[in-house]
């Protein structure tokens, strides 16, 4: 069955530094790739969507990469601040729309 | 413009009861789906509607149910709850999958089965 896993342990980093989440997905060949944040008690945000035949793709502060060889996706958020402490989920997306969500990562930024 | 609207906010039932949960989508958007999200975990797809018909559904039993109206909004119901139900339950708005992909989500409904 489809699989997707993320860093189960929370990333504690300090401020200004570069926290990079990993996304691991088996079983699949996801059309696209998503990225969404989500507070506590709140629903997920969008971040970013990267397609299958794109390696890279950066918003601001954001930078995701796409290896559709190593089933991996790689999410960086450099000059990391404390606003940016949340879980953040990763969801490979079918070309139905179909979003399969990973258990998300939790990233704490320390001033 | 207002985003995606749940209502309730919370909700509590008693074992064997049945739920509704109501949604409405952001403006623009003409498809809804329902996702299911225990604590600690990602949230886990239920259903998408679009055109008023259920056009994809997870792995969950057939006490969930759906409906979409013309106007795009769309109500999950849950028979016979059982206490595993306990979850938050998100719906999400986009446009019809190749129109646009990414999701929309509302605050959710926490729901509590005693």
């Known amino acids: 069955s489809q699989k997707i896993e993320q860093n189960s342990e929370a990333l504690n980093i300090q401020e200004g530094k570069t926290a990079t989440l990993t996304c691991n997905y088996t079983?699949?060949?996801?059309?696209?790739l998503q990225w969404y944040r989500q507070d506590p008690g709140r629903g997920p945000v969008f971040l970013l969507l990267i397609r299958e035949n794109e390696k890279e793709k950066r918003k601001e502060r954001l930078k995701v990469t796409f290896d559709t060889t190593l089933k991996q996706s790689l999410f960086h958020i450099t000059a990391s601040q404390p606003a940016d402490s949340a879980t953040y989920l990763c969801a490979p997306t079918s070309n139905t729309g179909k979003l399969i969500f990973g258990q998300g990562t939790t990233l704490q930024v320390k001033p | 413009d207002a985003g995606v609207t749940q209502s309730p906010t919370h909700l509590i039932k008693t074992r064997g009861q049945q739920v509704t949960l109501r949604c409405s989508p952001k403006s623009g958007h003409d498809t809804v789906s329902w996702y299911q999200q225990a604590l600690g975990q990602g949230p886990q797809f239920i259903f998408q509607?679009?055109?008023?018909?259920?056009?994809q559904r997870g792995n969950f039993p057939d006490r969930f149910s759906g409906h979409q109206f013309p106007n795009y909004s769309s109500e999950l119901n849950v028979n016979a709850l059982l206490l595993g139900d306990s979850a938050l339950y998100l719906c999400?708005?986009?446009?019809?999958?190749?129109?646009?992909?990414?999701?929309?989500f509302g605050p959710g409904t926490r729901l509590t089965v005693t």
């Open positions: 079983n699949y060949s996801p059309a696209y």
């Open positions: 999400a708005s986009s446009r019809y999958p190749g129109q646009g992909y990414e999701q929309y």
């Open positions: 509607y679009y055109e008023e018909e259920e056009r």
